[in-house]
Structure formats: structure tokens, C-alpha cells
């Protein structure tokens, strides 16, 4: 079998296919960059006025009331606080373990739509360069052809060849710039999320220990 033949008739079929395909992945990464877009916006939230609220809950006992506020809240940080929060009866270990397993599964969730994009980013160039290969290999075929215009036509078949790498780059740098910045933002979220979590776990810490100043519940039972 001539598997240069086979390429060379495979090469016939131009760089229009991959220039279609480059166009269909740069819808994708469009689609992907304006989900994590949105999904980014609801995600985090000020870790500061939540811990405070979080702090002030645990000294008035009014942490159920902190749940119920809190419960339908998209930010991470805080549905990992509510995590660690609805195990602090089984003590501090099973809170730490509830608020590392919650963490994981959005941090799971984010990385498989981050990956896209970073797929795309690391990998497009080359299908925009196998375009051009095709290209190139399909316009040299016209030199064969032996007449006037073959020249010219290689030529410019060359050039709309040459187009298939650069379609790829157009698609891959956005690609890698908002997978490097929503990469970025992701990083943050998960700051905020441990800085609530060890928030919840030094407050369980001192509720088991009594080191809690008293609330008004606390002391009304106390009189």
C-alpha cells in the first residue's frame, strides 16, 4: 500500500474542512468563556462581612438562623462555611472533613470546564498547522499540471493555505488568556473558601471548648 499516495489524495481535499472545524471550536471556546463568565460571577463573595455574620451568629447562638439566610447562596466560600456548619454536632474533625470534601467537589466542577479551554488553547495552533500542510502539499499538486497559470495558482493557494494557521491562532490566544485569568479567579474563590473554612473550624473549636463569649441566650439560662 502507498501510504504517500493515500496522504497526498487525503491532501486533496484542501484546508477547508479544518478551517470549518476551526470555526466550530471557536464557537466552543466562545460558549465555554461566557458559562465561566457567568458562573464566576455568583461564585465568590466577601469572605469578610460573611465571617463576620458568622462570628456574631456563633455568640447570640443564632446559627440556625445564619443556615437559613444562607442556604440558597451560590458563593463557595459560604456553602462550604454551611457544610462544615451542619456537622459541628458530630465535632470539629467531621466539620474540617465535610468542609474539604465540599471544596473538592467545586473545585471538580470547575476544572472540568476550565480544561476545556486550556485544551483548546495548548492544541488548536496544531490543527490550524495541519490545515496549512494540506494546504501547501494540495497547491503544489497544481505545479503538475504544467500550464501558465499553475504558478499563480500555487501561489495563491499557498495563501489562502497559510490562512488555516492563522484561524488557529486567532482561536487558541483568547483561549489561553481566559483560561489563564478565569484560572486565576478560581484560585481566589478557593482562597476565600479556606479562609471561611478555618473561620468555622477555629468557632466550632472554642463553641466545644466554652471559649465562646456568652450570648444572650447563653446567659438568660445562666440567670
Same mark, same amino acid.
Given at each position: ?13 484542501? *484546508? ?31 469572605? &469578610? ?37 451542619? &456537622?459541628?454536632?458530630?465535632?470539629? &474533625? *467531621? ?6 470534601? &465540599? ?10 470546564? #476550565? ?45 489562502? *493555505? ?23 479567579? #478560581? ?19 472554642? *463553641? ?16
Amino acid at each position: 500500500m502507498d501510504l504517500s499516495g493515500a496522504f497526498v489524495d487525503f491532501a486533496q481535499l484542501g *484546508a477547508d474542512w479544518v478551517l470549518w472545524l476551526l470555526i466550530a471550536l471557536s464557537v466552543l471556546s466562545i460558549g465555554v468563556m461566557i458559562d465561566r463568565y457567568l458562573w464566576f460571577q455568583k461564585r465568590d463573595t466577601n469572605s &469578610e462581612n460573611f465571617t463576620r455574620e458568622l462570628r456574631g451568629a456563633f455568640e447570640r447562638d443564632e446559627i440556625e438562623r445564619l443556615e437559613t439566610k444562607y442556604k440558597d447562596h451560590p458563593a463557595i466560600p459560604i456553602q462550604v462555611g454551611l457544610r462544615g456548619l451542619a &456537622e459541628r454536632g458530630r465535632g470539629p &474533625e *467531621a466539620v474540617a472533613e465535610a468542609m474539604h470534601g &465540599e471544596r473538592a467537589r467545586w473545585r471538580s466542577g470547575a476544572d472540568k470546564n #476550565l480544561m476545556v479551554l486550556g485544551t483548546l488553547g495548548n492544541n488548536v495552533p496544531f490543527i490550524g498547522l495541519f490545515g496549512t500542510v494540506l494546504g501547501v502539499i494540495n497547491a503544489f499538486q497544481s505545479l503538475t499540471l504544467k500550464t501558465a497559470e499553475a504558478e499563480a495558482q500555487t501561489l495563491g493557494a499557498i495563501a489562502e *493555505a497559510l490562512v488555516a494557521t492563522a484561524v488557529g491562532l486567532m482561536v487558541a490566544i483568547p483561549a489561553v488568556i481566559a483560561f489563564n485569568f478565569f484560572g486565576r479567579k #478560581l484560585k481566589t474563590v478557593m482562597g476565600n473558601a479556606d479562609y471561611v473554612a478555618h473561620t468555622v473550624l477555629s468557632l466550632v473549636h472554642g *463553641a466545644e471548648h466554652g471559649d465562646l463569649t456568652e450570648g444572650p441566650a447563653t446567659k438568660k439560662q445562666s440567670s
